[in-house]
T-cell receptor
Framework: GAVVSQHPSRVICKSGTSVKIECRSL??????MFWYRQFPKQSLMLMAT?????????EQGVEKDKFLINHASLTLSTLTVTSAHPEDSSFYIC?????????????FGPGTRLTVT | DAKTTQPTSMDCAEGRAANLPCNHS???????VYWYRQIHSQGPQYIIH?????ETNEMASLIITEDRKSSTLILPHATLRDTAVYYC????????????WGAGTKLIIKP
């Protein structure tokens, strides 16, 4: 089946620094990738949708200048949390859709646990 | 807002069938029913989806009522590794593939 990886799996950073999270589709071309955030004991919240080669579409309330998304290739999207603060500590999950597939499944990465101290 | 209603939690004995209900009374004709699950501290895992007909794959079966207002996910022989939060999601074919996540059902498989 389709595999999506994320790197790193865990990261601890100091307040005010920036952190980059990578999302890769390993065995398919992902024309669309999604970034989610999940706080403890809560459900996933969609942050943004990105299509390869174009700017990401952010959900209401998500600051595009703080959460920089780049989807420069069909297998890689990155999320950069700029000037991170403790309230940005969360579980960040990406998903990808196979552009060649006739169905609409999204395949999810294993998630990245971000802790800002 | 999520378009589905699921019980907050359920228990099931190991080896028995786990039946997870989902209500989606406002579903429209072109919307699919998707099921995902999320094991603690992992990314969600796709299970199954359907439109009108019942579906079965190696993981589960999906039973959709004739009026499509509710569905049931069936795990035929639950194991301890099936303990997870199960999400029922309704998504239209033209919604840019976005998934709107509700609270899901916490399924606990007991030995």
């Amino acid at each position: 089946g389709a595999v999506v990886s994320q790197h790193p799996s865990r990261v601890i950073c100091k307040s005010g620094t920036s952190v980059k999270i990578e999302c890769r589709s390993l065995d398919f071309q992902a024309t669309t990738m999604f970034w989610y955030r999940q706080f403890p004991k809560q459900s996933l919240m969609l942050m943004a949708t990105s299509n390869e080669g174009s700017k990401a579409t952010y959900e209401q309330g998500v600051e595009k200048d703080k959460f920089l998304i780049n989807h420069a290739s069909l297998t890689l999207s990155t999320l950069t949390v700029t000037s991170a603060h403790p309230e940005d500590s969360s579980f960040y999950i990406c998903s990808a859709r196979d552009g060649r597939a006739s169905e609409y499944e999204q395949y999810f990465g294993p998630g990245t646990r971000l802790t800002v101290t | 807002d999520a378009k589905t209603t699921q019980p907050t939690s359920m228990d099931c004995a190991e080896g028995r069938a786990a039946n997870l209900p989902c209500n989606h009374s406002t579903i429209s004709g072109n919307e699919y029913v998707y099921w995902y699950r999320q094991i603690h501290s992992q990314g969600p895992q796709y299970i199954i989806h359907g439109l009108k007909n019942n579906e079965t794959n190696e993981m589960a079966s999906l039973i959709i009522t004739e009026d499509r207002k509710s569905s049931t996910l069936i795990l035929p022989h639950a194991t301890l590794r099936d303990t997870a939060v199960y999400y029922c999601i309704v998504r239209g074919a033209d919604s840019n593939y976005q998934l709107i996540w509700g609270a899901g059902t916490k399924l606990i498989i007991k030995p």
